[in-house]
């Protein structure tokens, strides 16, 4: 593993691309409202706002759910033969914008479409009553893409043609606070191309990198390089497969996404006993690895504040590395296809990615592929 220590970050990202942070993820789902549902139950989220057929639109309809600064956006067709309906039919629920909050989203799109981006939406300025929102998009892998926010004139509650969705059930938030980092999964020889594509259009810095030896168990293997943005609010690593004795994770999503796309959504949190506490009670299943790794926990990364039992109890995994230590745990896949997941992370000055735990986590997600006889 290499890591850049954070002045060589900044001085080596060329900041054309300035980036305020994570502006929403709209993810392509065959249920939207049930979808919502889960969203708020299970992971705490709130009702935002909402587009269909009450608000005039007669082709989509769309939830927005929120906690802290996360909002994930949840879109279904109204009809058949759609653009979307095609989206579900290939991957099924998935991501499909990553949106970025830029402060000039038409500046954003010049610049990445100036350094060789495709274009997925020129420049569109969108208004109501409440101000106007800019946005513009570029292709990224699969058929992932990023849209530019800009919403500094614009008061609404989310984007023009939205309302307020004000809802009786509202279930209380399990502590989740900002988008750590996206994980996208890439096909077999293609990692190297997207760390260009977002060294040379985005002006992202490779931060990290891990190969075969890093991340591999007796069976699969995987490499990864981490791409970050100038202020480092976002974090984008993009792993691809590397051959081993049986299919890896990252074969049988690409297999049952039937292409590349985001393999899971890190949150942080700033208490992660009380966050997976509190997921667990609302029925979210977490991967589990042997209550072994915490015999000798304390041995491999010193003394840390939590207790270890809680940790043992629910299965969340410690690493560090020079700057500090993080605590994180993974669900399981959260859609009928083993595909995407969500990571918690709760990070105590760590910047990496729990490379020390990636062993006794690999194993866990083969027993559940041996389970679904996919390994
Ligand atoms: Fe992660």
Not at 197 to 215: A, L, P
Not at 243 to 261: A, C, H, I, R
Not at 289 to 317: F, M, N
Not at 327 to 339: N, S, Y
């Amino acid at each position: 593993m290499e890591t850049n220590t954070l002045e060589k970050i900044h001085e080596d990202a060329k900041d054309f691309m300035p980036i305020l942070g994570t502006d929403y993820i709209e993810l392509y789902v065959s249920n939207a409202k049930q979808a919502a549902h889960y969203y708020k139950s299970a992971f705490g989220f709130q009702s935002l706002a909402f587009s269909g057929l009450e608000t005039g639109n007669q082709e989509t309809e769309s939830y927005v759910v929120v906690q802290d600064k996360i909002r994930i956006v949840l879109t279904s067709p109204l009809k058949s033969g759609s653009a979307i309906g095609k989206h579900i039919d290939r991957h099924g629920d998935g991501v499909k914008v990553t949106a970025l909050w830029v402060d000039d989203a038409t500046y954003a799109y010049n610049e990445a479409m100036k350094r060789g981006a495709t274009s997925y939406m020129e420049p569109k300025t969108e208004e109501d009553q409440y101000g106007k929102v800019v946005r513009s998009g570029i292709h990224s892998y699969g058929e992932v893409v990023h849209i530019f926010v800009e919403r500094k004139d614009y008061k609404g509650v989310f984007l023009p043609g939205f309302q307020e969705w004000n809802t009786f059930y509202n279930p209380e938030s399990v502590g989740l606070k900002f988008v750590d980092h996206m994980v996208g999964n890439v096909e077999l020889g293609q990692m190297n191309r997207w760390v260009e594509f977002y060294e040379k259009v985005m002006g992202f810095t490779q931060i990290m990198s891990f190969d075969d030896k890093d991340i591999s168990t007796e069976f699969t293997a995987l490499m990864s390089k981490v791409m970050s943005n100038g202020n480092g609010r976002i974090k984008f690593p993009i792993n691809e497969p590397a051959p081993g004795l049986k299919k890896s994770q990252v074969d049988e999503y690409l297999e049952f996404y039937e292409g590349e796309g985001v393999q899971h959504i890190a949150v942080a949190t700033d208490n992660i006993i009380e966050t997976v506490t509190n997921l667990k009670n609302r029925g979210v299943d977490f991967l589990q690895v042997p209550t072994t790794y915490y015999d000798v926990l304390e041995e491999r990364v010193g003394k840390i504040d939590e207790d270890i039992d809680s940790l043992r109890k629910l299965g969340i995994l410690v690493d560090r590395d020079d700057e500090g230590y993080l605590l994180q745990i993974f669900t399981k896949t959260i859609q009928a296809r083993p595909t995407m997941f969500f990571e918690i992370i709760q990070r105590k000055g760590a910047t990496s990615f729990g490379k020390g735990n990636f062993k006794a986590l690999f194993e866990a997600i083969e027993r559940e592929q041996e389970l679904r006889g996919t390994l």
